[in-house]
């Protein structure tokens, strides 16, 4: 397929996702939570184009030079839309840095990406509630949330599903500020691609903390599947698309959210996860 035309067919299926899913109304704020990678690049990309008006957050996790150049590439293209971003430092906002923390929770036998999740998750939703924002809007595409739904299969943890979708993060009390993922029918490959070809100041490479060995495991199986069934990824993903009413209704959290006693977020038991985390130094 020639450049251009894969270019307006990209944009179109995003705008499409928007629309169907109902991603975004009329007259609402929207934060992109950008990485500096470019799935969160092209999300904010696209979405600046169609005319939202969106801001972009970044969390700055405090990895070395790899944390340094994604900021650095995210302030100069914000610059240059005129988007406003707002970076918080982890170590401002919580007081330690990543690789801190995931040496930390390393010697305590988890994976290095599990802390960084949690408290990403918990900061965003913090920072989005308190600036004001509706929606949330994250990078994440086709594959991962292919990735997503075969762990969840896999692993025995069909509840989970309830939680994915285009839009996630329903919850009584109106304390989660709503994830909407705009690049959701966008493999991977072709988000690559689309970012390269506009030339978007990204990192390509991940993280260098990262070492999700489940994960990756799953990506490669999942990508075995992908080329002997072409569009086994996509398939998944619409299916669990159609089972997410029945899902949610089946899985509705029987307790009740509530606020955490430390720090106010939502939360399933008396101490959020990231507070019970950061409790662990003091
Ligand atoms: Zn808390």
Redesign the pocket.
């Known amino acids: 397929m020639k450049d251009t035309v894969f270019i307006e067919s990209f944009e179109e299926r995003v705008k499409n996702t928007i629309e169907k899913y109902r991603l975004i109304e009329a007259g609402e704020r929207v934060a992109v939570a950008c990485s500096g990678g470019k799935d969160s690049t092209a999300a904010l990309y696209i979405l600046d184009k169609l005319g939202y008006n969106p801001d972009a957050v970044i969390i700055d996790l405090e990895i070395g030079e790899y944390s340094g150049k994604n900021l650095e590439n995210l302030r100069g293209f914000c610059a240059g839309k005129g988007i406003k971003l707002h970076a918080i430092s982890i170590k401002d906002a919580v007081g330690h840095t990543i690789p801190f923390i995931s040496a930390a929770m390393s010697r305590e036998g988890f994976g290095p990406c599990h802390a960084c999740g949690i408290l990403k998750r918990w900061l965003l939703n913090k920072m989005a509630r308190e600036m004001g924002f509706d929606k949330v809007a994250t990078g994440h595409n086709l594959d991962d949330e292919a990735q997503n739904i075969f762990m969840n299969f896999v692993q025995g943890n069909l509840g989970f599903c309830a939680g994915l979708g285009p839009v996630s993060g329903h919850a009584e009390g109106g304390m989660f500020v709503e994830r909407i993922k705009p690049l959701y029918f966008c493999p991977e490959e072709e988000t690559r691609r689309y970012s390269q070809i506009i030339g978007f100041p990204v990192v390509y490479e991940p993280c260098p903390l990262s070492a999700d060995t489940f994960r990756t495991f799953i990506k490669g199986e999942l990508d075995n599947l992908e080329a002997a069934m072409p569009g086994a990824k996509r398939n998944m993903a619409d299916n669990l698309v159609a089972m997410l009413p029945a899902l949610r209704r089946q899985y509705k959290q029987s307790g009740k959210m509530r606020k ?1 006693r ?2 106010g ?1 939502p ?1 399933r038991s008396e ?2 996860r ?2 019970e985390l950061l409790g662990r130094w003091g």
């Open positions: 955490c430390k720090c977020e939360s101490v959020c990231a507070c």
